[in-house]
Every structure is written in structure tokens, then in C-alpha cells.
């Protein structure tokens, strides 16, 4: 993956090199059993976390159907289900019984009811990652969402940040 990571097209607004890396440590060390991305682009973030964990994972993306699918990485391909094309609230409307994620990543726009879905469909204990953690960028105020929503739901939860722009947060049942 090393290599995918580095052959990759560097794309304006792809995720970068080095949150990629973060992305597969991650997935490597936790192990997810089920991955939700919501903000897909190219796939570059979705390959990273197919290379680094050995489950299926589910994305979406409103805008584009942008995704790469070079042959030699197939292997990790066959483990993405891809939604383009697909706004995260017909997502959820359109597979009510698609729960069970322990690993959420989101690398765009969450509104409230993108939230309270989230904390819908996970398992009582998940891991949330978000792109573009910047103060006054979307990121930050996606985290604050996910936060408030935690509190509400009397979760308990872990915050920190790794690669370039990337909060990392683990949620518990309290």
C-alpha cells in the first residue's frame, strides 16, 4: 500500500500522502470490522484503509463518480461498495438496515441529522476520523457536531489528531 500511496495521482482536494498513512496505521491497529466514508473523491483515503484493515467498507459521495480503479490494486477494490452520486441522507434512507460500523470517516460536510445517523448505526463503541480539522474549517465544526451529539447520547469519547489535518475521536457507551 506504501507504494499505492506514493503512485497515487496527486490530486487538488484528494486526501494527503501522510493522512493516508495515518489513515492505514489506524485501521492496522484497530482492526474495524466495518468502515463508513462519507466524502470519497478518487478513493485514495478508501484504498488506504482497504489496505490497512481486511473488512468490507461503504462509501458515498453526492458530487462526483471520480473513483480510480487501477487493476492492480482489484484486490482491495472488491472490498469498497461504492454510492456515487449519493447524498448521506438518502444513504441512510435508502439502507435503514446498514448498521454495525465501528469506523466512520468523513472527509466533507456532516449535517445534524448526518450525526444522529451516525450514532445510529454504529456500534456502541466506534472510532470517527475527520479530514480537514482546521480551526474555522469544515472539519472543526463536523467534530463539534459529533461532540455535542456524544454528550447528548452520554457517550464518553477521546480526542486527538494525527497526520495533517485529521481529528481522531473514540466513542464509548458511558
Not at 491497529?29 to 489496505?51: N, R
Request: a negative charge; one cysteine or more; glycine letters at 6%.
Amino acid at each position: 500500500m506504501s507504494q499505492l500511496i506514493k503512485e497515487w495521482p496527486d490530486l487538488t482536494k484528494s486526501t494527503s500522502n501522510e493522512d493516508c498513512y495515518f489513515l492505514k496505521k489506524i485501521c492496522e491497529e484497530y482492526k474495524p470490522k466495518k468502515i463508513l466514508e462519507i466524502g470519497t473523491f478518487v478513493g485514495k483515503s478508501a484504498y488506504a484503509m482497504a489496505s490497512g484493515s481486511d473488512c468490507m467498507i461503504y462509501t458515498i459521495d453526492r458530487d462526483k463518480d471520480k473513483f480510480l480503479k487501477p487493476d492492480k490494486y482489484k484486490y482491495l477494490a472488491d472490498r469498497i461498495i461504492r454510492h456515487p452520486f449519493m447524498d448521506s441522507i438518502d444513504f441512510w434512507k435508502n439502507y435503514p438496515d446498514l448498521d454495525g460500523f465501528d469506523f466512520v470517516f468523513v472527509d466533507g460536510w456532516l449535517r445534524q441529522k448526518d450525526v444522529e445517523n451516525i450514532f445510529d448505526k454504529t456500534l456502541d463503541n466506534f472510532w470517527f476520523m475527520c479530514h480537514d480539522y482546521r480551526i474555522n474549517d469544515k472539519g472543526e465544526e463536523v467534530v463539534n457536531r459529533m461532540l455535542k451529539e456524544s454528550m447528548k447520547r452520554d457517550y464518553d469519547f477521546d480526542i486527538s489528531e494525527g497526520g495533517e489535518c485529521t481529528a481522531l475521536l473514540k466513542f464509548g457507551k458511558a
